[in-house]
């Protein structure tokens, strides 16, 4: 698996959207959606607002790989389901980065309904 460089975590980590590209089978890529993210030491994490059923996040999780560009960083990802032990921290995190936008915006990616939608975003190899 490959790594983010510092560069990279500290852009995507700092930037306040990621827009999230998943691949169709014939492997050409959907529009990117905006979405909000996290940086959780090597990692970069997104949630699916309001739940599992976001046709992206399905999507995502569904072929594991992607794209996003965000802090002007362009790059093919791969999406996989954080580890259960870091959820609590990237609820933090969520909150830290975005409480100034208000409660509800918030509580669409740190409710307990989007804690399972938790996804580690890594480069592709």
């Given amino acids: ?32 959606i905006p ?3 996290v940086r959780l030491g090597d990692a970069i994490y997104i949630r699916s607002a309001h739940g599992p059923e976001n046709p992206w996040f399905r999507r995502a999780l569904t072929s594991g790989r992607g794209h996003i560009r965000s802090g002007g960083v362009d790059k093919d ?13 990237v609820t933090a995190a969520y909150h830290t980065k975005y409480d100034r936008h208000g409660p509800v915006p918030v509580g669409a990616v740190t409710g307990n309904d989007v804690v399972d939608t938790t996804l580690r975003v890594m480069p592709a190899d």
Avoid: K
């Fill in 1 to 32: 698996m490959a790594n983010w460089s510092e560069q990279e975590l500290s852009r995507i980590g700092g930037a306040s959207e990621l827009y999230v590209s998943t691949r169709r089978r014939d492997g050409s890529l959907r529009p990117g």
């Fill in 35 to 37: 979405i909000w993210q």
């Fill in 77 to 89: 990802v791969t999406f996989e389901p954080a580890p259960p032990e870091v959820n609590a921290q």
